[in-house]
């Protein structure tokens, strides 16, 4: 019908159809098949139809809109907003008042403790750490301030713990923190050493603990989070917020391990080089009493946060002699395409 339609239009004998059909087409007023009735005089009509040339436009028989009119409109219209100033108050000072709101919150929290209680076995004799996995235990040892002593925890438990992150492999947090193991009638306070973890999969084999002694130093590598991206002012000028230190290594000698330091980032402006946040700045989140610090190989100019324009920064080429160290190693060089066949996965250089 379209298509005849077309044809019409073309030899140009539509306009005597169109007379035709308007006086046998029953009145629109009477009719509850006929579409709505558009003026094209109308002040409200902003549809962008084309009508014809009468004020009242011509409704097609069973159709839902006038003969010569598209059903649908191609422009699209913008409707302007009206701007009211307690809406652009609220949107300039909302962080302010959300922030006095958060601050407040976490005040009134109960002190930060990032230590965990688990719950362990004495290794039993003649059997191999194989037979533990597969029976859903975690191998693991405990060594240093004294003898060796070889337990085995809850697999599951110590993964979730180890994988706390959805879409990350393993946190920075596991090695950060105080671990009190209990086993039998003693209690071991100590911190991860070293574990065997698969490279992909979120699947731990092994873990080797090391005793935290109050009194005897303890190096430990605290994480670092960053607060109120939101609100930074030079994140929403379109820079860059880099976390440039993930961890920060921290010396221990009292009872406990500090928590995460958190970074808040409300003051970075955009500048020129780059604004930053250095160690010096996170002195005040240190134990007040004393008996955390921070390493001393650091010197305390070194950039914890850094907030800069990923614009300024010009693309530098890598120097001809650079070799990618994930693929140049000292057995040879891996092979993309190994297919686990002959040639071998790796040859000599």
Not at 315 to 337: I, M, V
Request: charged fraction near 25%; glycine fraction near 8%.
């Amino acid at each position: 019908m379209m298509i005849a339609w077309r044809n019409m239009a073309k030899r140009g004998t539509t306009r005597p159809l169109l007379r035709a059909i308007s006086r046998h087409a029953p009145s629109p007023a009477t009719s509850t098949l006929a579409g709505p009735v558009l003026s094209a005089s109308s002040s409200n009509f902003r549809t962008g139809f084309s009508c014809s040339k009468s004020d009242q436009a011509v409704p097609a028989p069973g159709l839902g809109c006038p003969l010569g009119v598209r059903a649908f409109s191609s422009k699209g219209y913008v409707r302007e907003r009206v701007r009211y100033p307690w809406r652009s108050m609220i949107v300039k000072y909302s962080w302010q008042f959300l922030k006095e709101d958060m601050v407040n919150y976490f005040q009134t929290q109960p002190e930060r403790d990032s230590t965990v209680h688990l719950r362990g076995l004495e290794w039993p004799r003649f059997v191999m750490k194989e037979e533990l996995i597969e029976m859903g235990r975690m191998p693991a040892l405990v060594s240093g301030w004294g003898p060796s002593r070889k337990i085995v925890l809850n697999k599951a438990e110590i993964e979730r713990i180890a994988f706390d992150e959805e879409d990350g492999h393993l946190s920075n947090l596991f090695k950060g923190r105080l671990f009190r193991i209990h086993v039998g009638q003693w209690i071991e306070e100590c911190v991860v050493e070293d574990l065997a973890v698969h490279p992909v999969e979120k699947e731990m084999y092994f873990v080797r603990f090391r005793r935290h002694v109050p009194g005897k130093m303890t190096t430990v590598n605290i994480p670092v989070s960053i607060s109120g991206l939101w609100g930074c002012p030079g994140y929403r000028n379109g820079g860059h917020v880099d976390l440039a230190m993930p961890t920060i290594e921290c010396e221990c000698v009292g009872e406990t391990i500090p928590p995460p330091f958190v970074v808040d980032v409300t003051q970075l402006e955009l500048e020129s080089p780059y604004s930053k946040i250095t160690i010096d700045d996170l002195k005040e989140q240190l134990p007040e009493d004393g008996l955390t610090r921070f390493s001393r190989n650091y010197t305390g100019e070194e950039e914890v946060v850094m907030c800069y324009d990923p614009k300024s920064v010009p693309e530098q080429p890598l120097p001809p002699d650079w070799q990618d160290p994930n693929f140049n190693h000292r057995g040879g060089r891996y092979s993309l395409t190994f297919n686990g066949f002959w040639p071998k996965q790796t040859t000599r250089s």
